[in-house]
């Protein structure tokens, strides 16, 4: 049976990351997460090849240039992007492919393969995000009021998305995932 391909977004601080890690753990047998390139620099504890391939501004422009990406998108000064070639390779390996991107990226990708299926992982309320992203004592107001603002476009583009996923609990969501990546592969 053909392989598919699942788009996986949510908003800064709804806890995206957390939810596609526990469905990887518990789905990795037909499922892959793509690693994307970026032009960012890698963070203590990230690896080349494994977190992202980490590359130069130059070549991802060279990559732009040849039409060598599915998506791309870029934020603060810095490149994200899927490589065609790659999402291919791991579907002819037998593996259904999930892609956490952002909104513009996901929905460049559903402008190009319509059978992509777009999954939004949304907050509860944008109270309740608020409160995360202040209970992180990461980021100071500023940030945090550019996030919120940001939070609000990408709510905005979520409308275009197949399906939104509360994170209400994390268990919850993610058998939520699991239900509806399961109905469109047996589909
Ligand atoms: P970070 O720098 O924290 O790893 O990622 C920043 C943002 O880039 C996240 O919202 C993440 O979803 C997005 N992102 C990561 N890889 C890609 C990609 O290949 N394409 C697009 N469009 N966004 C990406």
Same mark, same amino acid.
């Given at each position: 049976m053909d392989k598919k391909l699942f788009v996986i977004s949510g908003c800064s601080g709804v806890g995206k990351g957390t939810v596609i890690n526990e469905f990887m753990k518990r789905n990795s047998d037909d499922f892959i997460l793509s690693v994307s390139c970026t032009t960012r620099k890698p963070r203590p504890n990230e690896i080349d090849g494994v977190n992202y391939f980490f590359i130069s501004?130059?070549?991802f422009e060279k990559n732009i240039k040849e039409d060598k990406f599915l998506e791309y998108a870029q934020f603060a000064e810095n490149y994200y992007g899927t490589k065609k070639k790659y999402v291919q390779q791991k579907m002819k390996?037998?593996?259904?492919?999930?892609?956490?991107?952002?909104?513009?990226?996901?929905?460049?990708? &559903?402008e190009k393969m319509q059978q992509a299926v777009l999954i939004f992982i949304a907050p509860p309320s944008f109270e309740e995000l608020e409160n995360r992203l202040r209970g992180r004592h990461t980021e100071d107001e500023v940030t945090i009021q550019k996030r919120l603002a940001q939070v &609000?476009?990408?709510?905005?583009?979520s409308l275009k998305y197949d399906y939104t996923v509360i994170n209400d609990?994390?268990?919850r969501a993610v058998e939520e995932i699991e239900?509806?990546?399961?109905?469109?592969?047996?589909g």
């Open positions: 501004k130059e070549e390996d037998g593996y259904n492919v999930i892609l956490e991107i952002d909104t513009q990226g996901a929905l460049q990708v &559903k &609000k476009i990408e709510l905005e583009r609990n994390i268990e239900s509806i990546v399961r109905e469109n592969v047996a």
